[in-house]
């Protein structure tokens, strides 16, 4: 059932030996196993290319369809439920289409509702949510034996939570009870996930966000004794949107300490023990409930009976201090059922934060640990044997990645969780705690390629030097003390995360938040260096749009917040030929312009959100008038 790629050629090879040994045609249902079974096997990264052509498992499966037309084998449905499997894998279009327009035209075959429940999973895991739903909506209405089960309406509330779309995940739900189909716990956590992350943008819950966690909390009422993952995770939606950090860190204390507990007799190594036990998504919503936090905010299930009961309940299971669990070993959350004040929330949220990065391990120094690794004569060395600088800077992230690798929780210790991160001293209007934070744990690639060519050209020029020179020893000491003084800076790259177009957008909001005119400044230069990096070049336009169209928004309200109008204006002015404006990303700025009475200002913008896409030669005009200094 689960052979490798190399086993399944073997078998082929063998099946086809046989057949023409015995003067007989492999059956119909020899092949349907091979076609299976290529349908289990995971693409190799290597195999991944745009050109289908390229691909092995494409070619195998391509290949055993043309023999079945040579002895004249018909395929069946099952047949492409396997190809259409194995292509929703790959995520390529042209491999998917191959195979529904061979079976269309060629033998009449339209995919089953397993196969187009299969199309669905494509199109989700692409991004691509319109042609899920309009696939969706075409199994309710080709046939009775295409109607979507709960699996399928289950995978459709999942793209609601992605969309934020509470009201379609009710209208789902509504349509099961027609359907007389039986919602099982999937169908209810995903909806209360749904109407908890719906209810976090205010646009999109229309000042109704108690109303719809509330609404939350009923559907999954029932299961708050349930202590798997996914109800776990439900759970922690609902009380980290609505800020109530007490019942938010009771249930990542509970549900952690048991997976350590009931793994710990199978892993013997803590570290490896405790990157187990903490799930990424629920330390996100843990962080994101210490962001939210407010001292004398009262929980919204205080106000309905039965979500009291159920909220003291958890609270009474949980023992902060591990006597219960009978493990020297417990996360460090502060000994209290409730956190009183800022100050708690910041230090429980860097106490946990730096037992993530250690894996459990306080005494361990993450920046000492790589220097071991990468000392002076091993940085020497790799500047030796580096043919260029891009071989040298190479070398150098390898080191850093492999120590990475072994030593960090990469799973936690990511963009999406260093930003809640960040959040919690931002939100709690902490400018200290959110700069420390910033800089102890994060880096820009134009900074760190300063330090690099430093290093490398300044190393290769001593190394010259020493060629030249007869006093060998003296050189090598002034080598190795040049490069010791950069060690401790590479070193400290370990535990920090390179910055990425979410960086940017924090800090921009923290210059904001914090009025801090020189950092915005920095952050405006560094981005527009970061927007020439690779990392940035190789993404889609319309992914670079929708970063920059963003990071302009938090650019105007951040010079609206200095009162700097004209800069702001002048921003909105230059980006518009690339930046479809709408009214929400410069509501600050109009009632800015509006309180000075800047009614020319006013109308230019207006007329830009207003604006048609064949007013280009109008734009260029308007921008060559601009003055784009920064005052």
């Not at 919503?285 to 905010?297: E, H, N």
């Not at 109008?565 to 518009?576: C, G, N």
């Amino acid at each position: 059932t689960y052979l490798s790629y190399e086993n399944i050629e073997k078998l082929d090879d063998l099946l086809q030996v046989w057949s023409k040994q015995h003067n007989t045609p492999i059956s119909p249902e020899i092949f349907d196993g091979l076609l299976r079974v290529c349908s289990k096997l995971s693409p190799m990264k290597s195999n991944i290319v745009t050109d289908i052509k390229e691909d092995i498992v494409f070619q195998k499966m391509k290949d055993i369809l043309e023999r079945m037309d040579e002895s004249s084998i018909t395929p069946n449905e099952f047949n492409l439920t396997a190809c259409v499997t194995y292509c929703s894998k790959l995520k390529d279009f042209k491999t998917m289409n191959f195979f529904l327009e061979k079976f269309q035209t060629e033998y009449g075959l339209t995919p089953n509702k397993h196969t187009y429940t299969k199309i669905i999973q494509f199109y989700d895991g692409l991004g691509l949510e319109e042609r899920a739903w309009n696939t969706f909506d075409t199994m309710k209405f080709l046939s009775k034996s295409h109607k979507p089960d709960i699996f399928t309406y289950n995978m459709m509330l999942h793209i609601c939570d992605k969309q934020k779309n509470y009201a379609k995940a009710i209208d789902l739900f509504y349509e099961i009870e027609e359907e007389k189909l039986t919602p099982n716990h999937s169908t209810f956590v995903t909806i209360a996930k749904t109407l908890a992350s719906s209810s976090g943008d205010n646009i999109i819950a229309e000042g109704n966000a108690e109303s719809l966690r509330l609404l939350g909390w009923k559907f999954i009422s029932k299961m708050f004794e349930n202590e798997d993952y996914d109800s776990v995770a439900s759970m922690m939606a609902l009380a980290a949107y609505d800020g109530d950090v007490t019942l938010c860190r009771a249930l990542f204390f509970k549900f952690t300490m048991s997976e350590y507990t009931s793994k710990r007799e199978f892993e013997p190594n803590t570290g490896n023990l405790w990157m187990k036990s903490i799930k990424p998504i629920l330390f996100n919503y843990l962080l994101l409930s210490y962001s939210k936090f407010k001292p004398d905010y009262v929980p919204l299930l205080v106000g309905w009976p039965e979500g009291a009961q159920m909220r003291r309940t958890i609270l009474n299971s949980v023992d902060y201090t591990g006597k219960a669990s009978d493990t020297r070993n417990v996360l460090p959350l502060l000994p209290l059922k409730n956190l009183s004040s800022s100050d708690h929330i910041l230090a429980e949220s860097n106490a946990l934060w730096k037992f993530i990065l250690t894996n459990g391990d306080f005494t361990q120094s993450t920046t000492t640990s790589l220097s071991q690794e990468l000392n002076s004569q091993i940085l020497q060395k790799l500047t030796v044997e580096s043919t260029n600088f891009e071989d040298f800077k190479f070398n150098i992230l390898h080191v850093i990645g492999k120590w990475k690798v072994n030593h960090m929780n990469n799973s936690i210790f990511n963009h999406r969780c260093l930003v809640s991160y960040l959040s919690i001293p931002l939100r709690l209007n902490n400018a200290t705690e959110f700069w420390e934070r910033l800089d102890t744990y994060t880096f820009k690639e134009s900074e760190f390629d300063d330090k690099l060519l430093e290093v490398y050209y300044e190393a290769k020029l001593l190394e010259d030097k020493m060629t030249q020179s007869e006093n060998h020893t003296s050189m090598e000491i002034t080598t190795t003390s040049f490069i010791e003084k950069h060690i401790e800076y590479f070193a400290s790259v370990s535990h920090k995360i390179l910055y990425d177009n979410s960086t940017f957008d924090i800090a921009m909001k923290g210059a904001t938040k914090f009025n801090n005119l020189e950092r915005a400044k920095q952050e405006w230069i560094d981005r527009g260096k970061f927007r020439k990096t690779e990392n940035y070049m190789k993404l889609g336009e319309s992914k670079k749009s929708q970063l920059d169209s963003e990071f302009a928004k938090i650019m105007v309200n951040f010079f609206v917040s200095q009162k700097k109008y004209d800069e702001a204006m002048s921003i909105v002015l230059t980006s518009k030929r690339n930046i479809r404006w709408k009214y929400g990303m410069v509501k600050n700025l109009v009632d800015g312009l509006e309180k000075i009475e800047d009614k020319r200002n006013v109308k230019i913008l207006l007329d830009i959100l207003n604006r048609k896409p064949t007013e280009i030669a109008y734009i260029n005009k308007q921008i060559e008038n601009l003055d784009l200094s920064i005052r």
